[in-house]
């Protein structure tokens, strides 16, 4: 039987894709002209720089807090999609804070 914390994975997965759906929607909708992205796999690996530079525009801290969170947050998606690990109730509520605060900083400078 499943419990509860079986279900923190997804948790961080959603948290994860929520921030990846916003990049998505900001360098194609809103910045003029759209951020090209590749379609394969390495574009995961690539938002990250991207956004330092692009956030770095307007703020600088934001920027550093972005380039290394997103990372966190990425590799942690891919350690709870794909690892045999354990994932917390705090580890999930991390996940959610750390995404929580990106998409809000992406939200205040390209969505209005």
């Known amino acids: 039987m499943k419990t509860a ?14 921030c990846y759906q916003l990049v998505k929607h900001i360098f194609y909708n809103v910045i003029d002209p ?4 590749p379609t394969d796999r390495t574009v995961h690996n690539i938002i990250p720089r991207t956004l330092f530079h692009e956030v770095g525009k307007y703020d600088r801290n934001l920027a550093d807090y972005i380039h290394n969170h997103y990372a966190e947050l990425h ?3 891919k350690q709870s999609d794909y690892d045999d690990t354990e994932v917390t109730e705090g580890e999930a509520n991390k996940a959610y804070e750390l995404a ?7 939200r205040s400078n390209y969505v209005k």
């Open 5 to 18: 914390r079986d279900f923190y994975h997804s948790s961080v997965h959603c948290s994860y894709y929520a």
């Open 34 to 37: 759209p951020i090209p992205l």
């Open 75 to 77: 590799t942690f998606r």
């Open 100 to 106: 929580e605060f990106i998409c809000k900083g992406l």
